[in-house]
C-alpha cells in the first residue's frame, strides 16, 4: 500500500503533515461506490494551495454529489520530491492516498504564469504523460485546468485535454455528467473530448492549430472535429443561490490564508486599466449581506476557525457594505473572532462603523497608488486622488498608524521620468502630513515603504497591445526612484523585473511557447514564483534553444487589428471596447466606474441583463 | 471557572500533527465543540488550555494530557464525548476529570517501541548489552551548545523481547519540568553502537507517571 511507502520517510521531511491528509473537514468516500474521480490539482505546495479560495469551493461542490469524489493534491516540497522520486512513490491525492494516475479527471487551477513547470513536474511526478497526444485512447487520466490564466492558455495547450473557461460552478459538474454517461458506452477518450467540446466554457486545444505570418504574428485559427471558432466562458447569474461551502478542510499545519474566508461579490466596478481581474471576472455580481453573514456564521461554526475574511476584488464595493460589516462586526465580536477586511477603501464610511473597524483592524495600512502623479493614475484608471491617499493616511496616523505602505507599478504605459520622481514627492507630502498632525503618535517616527512591482501587461486588458519596459529601461527608472528619496523615513524595494519579464511572456505568449516551458522543465525549472528556485538564465536557455525571441512577446507593442492567441476566448468583454479603453488611456483620460456610468464594455449585452 | 482534564489519545496520521500545530488545532476543536471554554480577561482574550507534556512529532501516545477551564459545571461524560464528535482522526479523548495533582507532579513517563530489523538475533543481543552497559552516552543539544550526558542512570527498562522482526522494548524515562529524555537518544545512542540496519517504529507514550511511579492524575 502506497501508505505505508509514504510513511516510512515521513518523517524525514519538512512539516509532514501536509502529505497524509485526515484533516478535519476532508471528505472520505468508498471507492467502489464512485463513478467519477476528481484530483483537484494545485501546482503548488499545500500551504499555498490550501489557501486557495476557488479549490474550496469545487472540493466541497463536487462532493455533494454521491457518486463523484474529489480529491486534493498539491506539489511536493523539493525535500518529498526526492523522497518519491527515490521510493517510486508517484504523486497521490490527499483523501484516499490513492496515484492521481488512475484518476478519471486530473484538473489544475492556472492562477500564476510561474506556476506552468510545476504542472509539468506534478504530471510527471504523477505518471501521466506531460503532452496530451500521448495519453491513452482509452477514456480516463483527463487533464484539465481552470482559472484565470487559462484566459490565454496557449502556452500550456500541449499538455492539456481541456481547458475550462470562466467560473466552474456549474460546468464542471456538466463535464463529469458526460464523462460518467460516456464511460458508460465505453466511449473514447476522443468521443468524449469532441462532445465536451460542445459545452459552452469548454475549449479543446487539440482541435485547434494556428497558421503564422512571416513577421511571427497569427495568420489563422482553423477549428475542427465540428468545435466551435469562438468558446465563452461560464458565468453565474445569481450569488446568492449559487453554492458556497458550508465548511472547509481545516489543515493542521500553518497556511498562508489560515482562515475561514466568505466571497463577498465577483466581478470589479473599477475597470483599473492594468488589472485582468478587473475585466476577466465581469459581470459584477454581489451576494445580499444576509448572505454574506449566514455563510459567515455556518463556516466558521464548522471549521472553528477564529477569524474570517471577506473575499472580494473590493469590499467596499458592495451595495449594503455598512450594514453588512455591522452585522458581521456584531456576530464575530460577540464570538471573540477576528475579522480581517483586505480590500477595503476606508474612505466612505460612516464614522461609528469606522470605529468599530479600527478595534479589528491591526495589520498595516497598505495603499496601492500604483502611479506616482495624478496624470498616470489618470492613464491606468486608478481612480484614486492624492486627496483621498491623504484623507486615508490622516485618519490612519490619528488612528495610531505610523507606517503606510504603498504600492506602486513601474514601466506603465506613457510613463516618464516625472511619474518616477513623483512617487517619491508622494511619500514625502505623507511624511510631511505626519508631522503636521497635533495627535499623531508620539515618539514614533513616521516610516513610508515603497513597493514597486514591474508593470506586466496581461491579455483581456486595455493593455493587452502594450510592450512591456525592457530592462535597461527599468533599471534606469529605479535607478532614478533610489536617487529622488532623500530621506530614511522611506524605504524602497523592488519586484525581481527578471520575474515580470517571464511573466508577460507567458501571460501573452502563443502556441509556439509550450516547446519552451517543456524546456526549461527538463533543465529543472520548477517553483519559479520561488525566489531561491527562480533560474532566469535556465528559462532564457530554454527560449533560445527553442528559437523564441522573447522580445517579441514582451517589448512589442501588440496591433489592434492583430489576431491575438486569446481572440477566439470570449470573456464578454468584447476586444473594441478594451481598444476604445487603450485609446482613452493614452488621451490621459478616465473611465467612470460601471456604477455611475456604463461603458458599454458588452458584457451586459451578452450577459442578457443590466449589471446594475 | 472550572477547571478541568483531559486525557487523550494521539494515534494513526495525527502523529503527524506538530506540537505547534496542535495547539491550533485544540483551539478550533473548542470552538467546534461550541463547549463554553474559559478565555483569559486580558487585552486579547484566549481560550486557556495547556498540554502538560510536549511529545515529539512522530510519536503516539495513549495518555497526552490538556488541561483547560470552563465557565460552568458540566457532567465529564459530556465534555468528552461533546469534543470526541469534533475531533481529529486519529484524536479521541478518554477521560475527562479534575486537575487532581499539580503538573509539577510528573515525573517520568513510560514509553514502548519497536526495532523493526532483519537481523533481529543479532539487534536484539546489541540492544541487551547497550542496556546492560555501565553508562550510555549521548550528546544532547542545549542551549548552551553541545553536551554528552549519561542517561543510564535516569533510564528504567520494563522489558526488553524479541519479536518475528523486531526487538520491543518499554522503559521508564525522565519527563516533566526538570529532566526530559525521549527514547530517540536511547535509539540514536544504540545506531552509534550498531551497524546492523534496523528501523524504529510505534514509538509510543503509554503513561505519565509521579516519581513513585504512580500514574499521574
Known amino acids: 500500500m502506497l501508505k505505508d511507502k509514504i510513511e516510512k520517510h515521513l518523517l524525514e521531511v519538512q512539516k509532514p503533515s501536509r502529505y497524509i491528509g485526515g484533516e478535519v473537514g476532508s471528505i472520505i468516500k468508498d471507492k467502489s461506490k464512485i463513478d467519477v474521480r476528481f484530483a483537484f490539482c494545485f501546482p503548488d505546495t499545500y500551504d499555498i494551495g490550501m489557501s486557495h479560495l476557488g479549490m474550496k469551493i469545487l472540493y466541497s461542490l463536487t462532493n455533494e454529489r454521491e457518486n463523484y469524489w474529489c480529491e486534493r493534491c498539491f506539489a511536493p516540497g523539493e525535500d518529498f520530491e526526492a523522497v518519491m522520486r527515490e521510493n517510486d512513490i508517484p504523486l497521490y491525492a490527499l483523501e484516499s492516498l490513492d496515484p492521481i494516475k488512475d484518476f478519471d479527471f486530473i484538473g489544475f487551477t492556472m492562477q500564476y504564469e510561474l506556476s506552468y513547470t510545476n504542472v509539468i513536474n506534478m504530471l510527471d511526478l504523477a505518471g501521466i504523460p506531460v503532452f496530451a497526444k500521448d495519453r491513452t485512447a482509452e477514456l480516463t487520466q483527463i487533464v484539465i485546468a481552470g482559472g484565470p490564466c487559462v484566459c490565454n492558455p496557449e502556452p500550456l495547450a500541449d499538455f492539456f485535454d481541456i481547458f475550462v473557461l470562466g467560473e466552474g460552478e456549474e460546468v464542471n459538474l456538466e463535464l463529469m455528467d458526460l464523462y460518467a454517461e460516456m464511460k458508460k458506452q465505453g466511449a473514447s477518450r476522443m468521443d468524449f473530448l469532441r462532445k465536451a467540446a460542445q459545452i459552452e466554457g469548454v475549449y479543446v486545444p487539440q482541435f485547434y492549430s494556428f497558421t503564422y505570418k512571416s513577421d511571427g504574428t497569427i495568420e489563422k485559427l482553423n477549428a475542427s472535429e465540428g468545435a466551435p471558432e469562438v468558446i465563452r466562458k461560464r458565468i453565474i447569474r445569481d450569488m446568492d443561490s449559487s453554492y458556497y461551502p458550508k465548511n472547509f478542510v481545516v489543515p493542521f499545519t500553518e497556511i498562508v490564508q489560515d482562515r475561514a474566508s466568505v466571497e463577498v461579490l465577483r466581478g470589479c466596478i473599477r475597470g483599473c486599466r492594468f488589472c485582468q481581474a478587473g475585466f476577466i471576472y465581469r459581470p459584477f455580481r454581489e451576494k445580499h449581506a444576509d448572505t454574506v453573514v449566514d455563510q459567515t456564521k455556518c463556516l466558521c461554526e464548522n471549521t472553528g476557525y477564529d477569524e474570517v475574511s471577506l473575499a472580494s476584488l473590493s469590499t467596499s464595493d458592495h451595495s449594503e457594505i455598512d450594514p453588512m460589516l455591522t452585522k458581521l462586526l456584531d456576530y464575530t465580536v460577540s464570538e471573540k473572532i477576528n475579522l480581517s477586511l483586505p480590500s477595503l477603501r476606508v474612505d466612505n464610511f460612516s464614522e461609528s462603523l469606522l470605529e468599530k473597524i479600527k478595534r479589528v483592524r491591526k495589520s498595516g495600512l497598505t495603499f496601492a497608488a500604483e502611479g506616482g502623479t495624478q496624470r498616470l493614475r489618470d492613464v491606468i484608471n486608478k481612480n484614486v486622488s492624492e486627496e483621498e491617499i491623504m484623507n486615508t493616511c490622516r485618519i490612519a496616523f490619528e488612528g495610531g498608524y505610523s507606517s503606510v505602505k504603498l504600492y506602486f507599478m513601474m514601466g506603465l504605459p506613457t510613463e516618464t521620468d516625472e511619474d518616477i520622481v513623483g512617487i517619491a514627492e508622494l511619500a514625502n507630502r505623507i511624511i510631511d502630513l505626519f508631522y503636521s498632525i497635533e495627535n499623531r503618535p508620539k515618539g514614533r517616527g513616521v516610516q513610508i515603504s515603497i513597493s514597486c512591482a514591474t508593470f506586466v501587461p496581461k491579455p483581456f486588458t486595455p493593455f493587452q497591445f502594450e510592450p512591456q519596459d525592457t530592462r535597461e529601461m527599468i533599471e534606469h527608472k529605479q535607478k532614478l526612484l533610489l536617487d529622488s528619496v532623500k530621506t530614511k523615513k522611506v524605504k524602497v524595494s523592488y519586484h525581481n523585473p527578471d520575474v515580470s519579464m517571464l511573466e508577460v511572456i507567458l501571460a501573452k505568449g502563443d502556441r509556439r511557447l509550450c516547446k519552451a516551458v517543456y524546456t526549461a522543465w527538463k533543465m529543472g525549472c520548477k517553483f519559479d514564483s520561488w525566489e531561491e528556485y527562480f533560474h532566469f538564465d535556465k528559462w532564457m536557455e530554454a527560449f533560445k534553444e527553442c528559437g523564441i525571441d522573447t522580445s517579441f512577446y514582451a517589448n512589442r507593442r501588440f496591433e489592434y487589428d492583430e489576431i491575438l492567441s486569446w481572440d477566439h476566448l470570449d470573456y464578454l468583454v468584447s476586444k473594441e471596447f478594451l481598444i476604445r479603453e487603450n485609446k482613452t488611456a493614452h488621451q490621459s483620460k478616465t473611465t467612470p466606474n460601471c456604477r455611475l456610468r456604463c461603458s458599454g464594455c458588452g458584457v451586459n449585452k451578452k450577459v442578457g441583463r443590466e449589471c446594475f | ?217
Open chain 2, 1 to 217: 471557572m472550572i477547571r478541568v482534564r483531559a486525557t487523550f489519545e494521539k494515534c494513526g496520521r495525527a502523529k503527524y500533527i506538530s506540537h505547534l500545530d496542535l495547539n491550533r488545532c485544540m483551539l478550533r476543536t473548542f470552538r467546534r465543540s461550541r463547549l463554553p471554554i474559559w478565555y483569559t480577561e486580558g487585552f486579547n482574550p484566549h481560550p486557556y488550555y495547556s498540554f502538560a507534556l510536549a511529545l515529539s512529532l512522530g510519536f503516539e501516545s495513549s495518555c497526552e494530557i490538556l488541561d483547560f477551564n470552563l465557565n460552568e459545571e458540566l457532567p465529564f461524560d459530556e465534555i468528552r464525548d461533546k469534543l470526541n464528535a469534533v475531533m481529529p482522526e486519529g484524536m479521541r479523548i478518554v477521560k475527562v476529570a479534575e486537575q487532581k495533582q499539580k503538573i509539577t507532579a510528573i515525573a517520568k513517563a513510560e514509553y514502548s517501541f519497536s526495532l523493526v530489523s532483519d537481523e533481529t538475533d543479532r539487534l536484539f543481543a546489541t540492544v541487551q548489552e547497550l542496556i546492560a552497559s555501565p553508562e550510555i552516552l549521548i550528546e544532547k543539544k542545549t542551549k548552551k551548545g553541545i553536551k554528552t550526558v549519561d542517561i543510564k542512570p535516569d533510564m528504567e527498562i520494563l522489558s526488553c523481547e524479541k519479536g518475528d522482526n523486531s526487538v520491543n522494548v518499554s522503559m521508564y524515562l525522565p519527563a516533566g519540568t526538570q529532566t526530559n529524555y525521549n527514547p530517540t537518544l536511547f535509539i540514536e545512542a544504540l545506531k552509534k553502537a550498531t551497524d546492523i540496519a534496523f528501523e524504529p517504529k510505534n514509538i509510543r507514550r503509554i503513561a505519565i507517571l509521579c516519581a513513585d511511579n504512580s500514574v499521574f492524575d
